[in-house]
């Protein structure tokens, strides 16, 4: 069995303190974070709080690194309308439906008490999926309207501007295309 890290023990405050502390030093100066510890009541080597050190360090970049490629994601393809959303949700529904079915199809092997809690477990996270699913078109729908109304507007801008046919359709075209 492995023994739990004494870092884990600790008071929430003098965690939060302690991570704190190892961002605000750069994952450096373990010797001293020791001192400080132990100022404050706590007994834990240098070498523990480097393995924590690293490990919270690892966890941070990690959320980074993500965080950066989901800006770059955004950046690089917009979603005004949602459709990443759209289509996780399509999957997770497809997967939700497809055990539901197999429970369904094991029906005459398994004990129908046990299919009913398992049916019920997998009913509420579709009727939560359902509902953001109606929320994400409400959205969608809402998005296109705005969309429709600024070509719109635009046209009649461009048409009293004296814009050539051609140039107001391709200023329509490209508002449009937004939406997509």
Do not use: C
């Amino acid at each position: 069995m492995v023994k739990r890290s004494k870092i884990a023990g600790l008071p929430a405050d003098v965690k939060t303190w302690l991570n704190a502390a190892l961002v605000d030093g750069n994952f450096s100066g373990y010797e001293e974070l020791e001192k400080l510890l132990a100022e404050k009541g706590f007994t834990i080597g240098k070498s523990s709080i480097h393995r924590y050190g690293q490990q919270l360090e690892n966890k941070l970049a990690a959320v980074r690194a993500s965080t950066e490629a989901a800006r770059a994601i955004a950046d690089a393809a917009p979603d005004d309308a949602d459709l990443r959303s759209a289509a996780a949700m399509s999957l997770v529904q497809t997967e939700i439906f497809n055990v539901m079915v197999a429970l369904q199809e094991a029906g005459e092997e398994s004990n129908p008490e046990d299919r009913l809690k398992l049916m019920a477990k997998a009913a509420k996270p579709l009727a939560e999926l359902s509902r953001a699913s109606v929320n994400q078109k409400k959205w969608e729908a809402e998005v296109n309207n705005k969309v429709k109304a600024a070509a719109d507007a635009a046209e009649r801008i461009a048409k009293k501007g004296g814009l050539s046919a051609t140039s107001v359709a391709e200023i329509r075209k490209s508002i449009l295309g937004i939406a997509t």
